[in-house]
């Protein structure tokens, strides 16, 4: 009896230490995959709220936070693949738009439009 628990164990062993390197580098999903299913599933940015967020997170990035407070309320509207993301500012000459993709996240467009001096 102690001798087949002593086979048992010694077979448990050989098969975890198997197992353990076969999987020492699992395999990694491409990055196509991994898009392809974001996309199957309405994309990564799937709210107005987190294309908000990520708007006002690229352009406090390049202007500041100065500006990113000039423009709220931001609004986000959907549009086909797409958020479109605006300021609304006191001064209509002045407004912040941000496209992002919804399968991605990328930004597809950014315009901050000035007044004329």
């Keep these: 009896m102690r001798r087949l628990v002593n086979v048992l164990v010694l077979l448990t062993s050989l098969l975890v230490w198997e197992f353990a390197v076969s999987q020492e580098?699992?395999?990694?999903?491409?990055?196509?995959?991994?898009?392809?299913?974001?996309?199957?599933?309405?994309?990564?940015v799937r709210s107005e709220a987190t294309a908000v967020q990520i708007a006002k997170a690229i352009l406090e990035g390049l202007y500041g936070q100065e500006l990113v407070k000039?423009?709220?309320?931001?609004?986000?509207?959907?549009?086909?693949?797409?958020?479109?993301?605006?300021?609304?500012?006191?001064?209509?000459?002045?407004?912040?738009?941000?496209?992002?993709?919804?399968?991605?996240?990328?930004?597809?467009?950014?315009?901050?439009?000035?007044?004329?001096?």
């Excluded at 580098?25 to 990564?44: A, F, N, W």
């Design 25 to 44: 580098t699992p395999p990694k999903p491409t990055d196509i995959s991994i898009l392809m299913l974001y996309q199957m599933r309405g994309g990564i």
């Design 70 to 117: 000039s423009q709220e309320p931001f609004v986000a509207s959907e549009e086909k693949d797409r958020w479109i993301v605006r300021g609304s500012p006191d001064d209509p000459g002045f407004a912040a738009v941000v496209v992002i993709s919804k399968a991605d996240a990328s930004i597809v467009d950014l315009d901050v439009r000035t007044p004329l001096q």
